[in-house]
């Protein structure tokens, strides 16, 4: 039984999908308070099977341990926090309770409850400014606001709680830039209010929920003066947490290396795109002309991120499958089919 916090979140339920389809039980914990439970129904629908779902915050350590003993669980995957970079700047307090202090919650409880397994979504955004690409685990972290600190905090009590524990048995999956939808068309992103990221802001406009995509900026040091991000398919990503949950199984308790049951995986595809190149891909897929305006630089962007995925492949099997097309495409199937979401 996989108990997954955030589970009816954007990569939370694309994920929930991989697992029942790869035969696991599922139980999502969530509070609800940026997704719907409209998402786990379809995603049962999806998968034809069931899964169990306990409304609950993971601040509170009573709800995670009565939970935890009644899914029976034997591994946790921890997406559940806030995301939103600018808002983490002007909330930073609400964003380490949630975030950092709901993970010391989960891992308090796990270790009530002798679970010794968990994945948890780390981001791309630990790394900060890159000081070279493509970005290897092993590049500084110097994350640039407190989302990205927060996510940094966890990965360090992780490592503690490892080298205090041999026996725990984590990955820290670092994601670059999820977009795309499942294939069905039935889950997708669905953020609240303006999107921040991207392709949910291009997918609004070709649907004609806003007007034009404002581009941030049109003279970094690329090839075509846009940013450029590593994009990846948000199945491939789900497909990463199934491969580090095998992963993880396999290790061998009596290998006595300090490392091996922690690890620190990067999940992209290496390739770097540019805000130019996924506008154009996305007309291509949808048929739609998608307005834009050059403005003035995002405070805090940087020029061009993306990833190193050889580790990926050689600890996890894993390497993402799915091309840009296929990303908007997927992404154009959901938000056409759904333009108001998951709200009808
Ligand atoms: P999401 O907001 O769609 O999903 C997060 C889920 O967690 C939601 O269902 C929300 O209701 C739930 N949640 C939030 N706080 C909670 C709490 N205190 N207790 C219980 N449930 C809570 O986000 P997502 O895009 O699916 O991201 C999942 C994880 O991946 C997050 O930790 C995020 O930081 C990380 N991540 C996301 C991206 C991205 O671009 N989407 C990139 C890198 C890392
Ligand atoms: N971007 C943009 N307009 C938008 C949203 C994003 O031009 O409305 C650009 C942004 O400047 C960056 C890229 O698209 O170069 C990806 O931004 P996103 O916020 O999706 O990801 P992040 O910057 O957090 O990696």
Request: with cysteine.
């Amino acid at each position: 039984m996989i108990f997954v916090t955030g589970g009816a979140g954007y990569i939370g339920s694309h994920t929930c999908v991989e697992l029942l389809n790869a035969g696991y039980d599922v139980t999502v914990f969530d509070n609800f308070s940026n997704s719907s439970p409209e998402a786990l129904v379809r995603v049962q629908r999806i998968t034809g099977r069931k899964l169990q779902i306990i409304q609950g915050d993971c601040r509170d350590r009573s709800a995670l341990i009565a939970a935890l003993q009644q899914s029976r669980a034997n591994a946790v995957i921890h997406f559940a926090g806030l995301k939103a970079v600018g808002e983490s700047v002007s909330k930073p307090l609400n964003y380490y309770d949630h975030n950092v202090v709901g993970a010391l919650r989960l891992l308090e409880a796990m270790q009530t409850c002798h679970v010794q397994t968990i994945v948890f979504s780390s981001s791309a955004t630990v790394y900060g400014d890159p000081v070279y690409l493509p970005i290897t685990e092993d590049h500084p972290l110097s994350p640039t606001n407190p989302y990205g600190r927060s996510k940094w905090m966890i990965e360090e009590i992780l490592r503690d709680a490892y080298r205090s524990d041999s026996l725990m048995r984590i990955c820290i999956l670092r994601y670059f830039n999820p977009v795309g939808a499942h294939d069905s068309g039935l889950i997708g992103e669905d953020p609240q209010g303006i999107p921040n990221n991207l392709m949910p802001f291009i997918a609004q406009v070709a649907v004609g929920r806003r007007e034009h995509l404002n581009i941030w900026g049109n003279d970094y040091s690329t090839h075509d003066g846009t940013g450029v991000r590593d994009y990846i398919h948000v199945v491939d990503l789900a497909i990463g947490h199934i491969r580090a949950l095998a992963a993880l199984k396999n290790i061998n308790s009596a290998q006595n290396d300090q490392s091996s049951g922690c690890m620190t995986v990067n999940l992209g595809t290496g390739q770097g795109y540019s805000v130019m190149d996924v506008l154009r891909a996305y007309e291509k897929v949808s048929g739609c002309r998608i307005p834009y305006q050059i403005a003035p630089r995002r405070s805090g962007d940087i020029a061009a991120c993306y990833a190193d995925p050889q580790l990926a492949s050689q600890v996890l099997g894993w390497k993402a499958r799915f091309d840009l097309e296929a990303m908007c495409r997927d992404s154009w199937r959901w938000q056409s089919g759904n333009p108001s979401g998951y709200q009808q």
